[in-house]
């Protein structure tokens, strides 16, 4: 079993900058790849970024290349999302999954085994 918990959101104004963590627990969040999403209101959970344990595989949602990164401290079992230069359609809520290492970073949801429960990020423009 896996329990993850994200914090960091907020209200920020556009091109702002936030960063959101992603901790994880239980003993074998160590074999887990993990990404974040977001859903916006009345929008389907989207893929934003992905990091897989070794931190070798990484993807980036198209539209938050350049602006978005994401890394992970293993030691301290938590994935980071740095946000830069948001703007208003970046507002959603932000969760995070985990998913086996082995499977890769897949860009629908249902792949991923365990999820947070979420952390608001409004960018007021």
């Known amino acids: 079993q896996v329990q993850l918990v994200e914090s960091g959101g907020g209200l920020v104004q556009a091109g702002g900058s936030l960063r959101l963590l992603c901790v994880g627990s239980g003993r074998t969040f160590s074999s887990y790849g993990t990404a974040w999403f977001r859903q916006a209101p009345g929008k389907e959970r989207e893929f934003v970024a992905g990091?897989?344990?070794?931190?070798?595989?990484?993807h980036y949602k198209t539209s938050v290349k350049g602006r978005f990164t994401i890394a992970r401290d293993n030691t301290k079992n938590t994935v980071y999302l740095q946000m830069n230069s948001l703007q208003s359609e970046d507002t959603a809520v932000y969760y995070c999954?985990?998913?086996?290492?082995?499977?890769?970073?897949?860009?629908?949801?249902?792949?991923?085994?365990?999820w947070g429960q979420g952390t608001q990020v409004t960018v007021s423009s």
């Open positions: 999954g985990a998913i086996p290492d082995e499977m890769g970073l897949p860009l629908w949801e249902r792949a991923y085994n365990f």
């Open positions: 990091i897989s344990w070794s931190s070798d595989n990484i």
